[in-house]
């Protein structure tokens, strides 16, 4: 049985930081694309960044630069390092994985049950 389990989501102010961890198991992170999905309340779930090795990976415009995704494969656990987060960052955060590349929740065959980040003023 896969699955997965995120955690590191709270309240943090506007311009702070927040390290989420996403852990599989059931599987074989190696094997797959694993990404971050996000959704704000009464907003679509949303492409944050996917990791394919772990030096290849690809963002959302939004988070560029401030996100980066990260992963150890020998812990199937991948990451997601938050810097000067916003106010627009607050929102769920799901962890996906997938057999192929994609943007879209609909290219992810696993999901976590989400972490919440909230961003305050």
């Known amino acids: 049985q896969v699955e997965l389990v995120e955690s590191g989501g709270g309240l943090v102010e506007t311009g702070g930081s927040l390290k989420l961890s996403c852990v599989g198991s059931?599987?074989?992170?190696?094997?797959?694309?694993v990404a971050w999905f996000r959704q704000g309340f009464g907003a679509e779930r949303s492409f944050v960044a996917v990791?394919?090795?772990?030096?290849?990976?690809m963002y959302a415009e939004p988070v560029r630069g401030r996100f980066t995704i990260s992963r150890d494969n020998g812990e199937n656990t991948v990451f997601l390092h938050m810097n000067s987060l916003d106010i627009e960052d607050t929102a769920t955060y799901y962890c996906?994985?997938?057999?192929?590349?994609?943007?879209?929740?609909?290219?992810?065959?696993?999901w976590g049950q989400g972490t919440q980040v909230t961003v305050s003023s």
């Open positions: 059931g599987l074989r992170f190696g094997d797959y694309f």
């Open positions: 996906a994985a997938g057999r192929i590349f994609g943007l879209q929740p609909t290219d992810y065959t696993y």
């Open positions: 990791s394919w090795t772990p030096g290849e990976s």
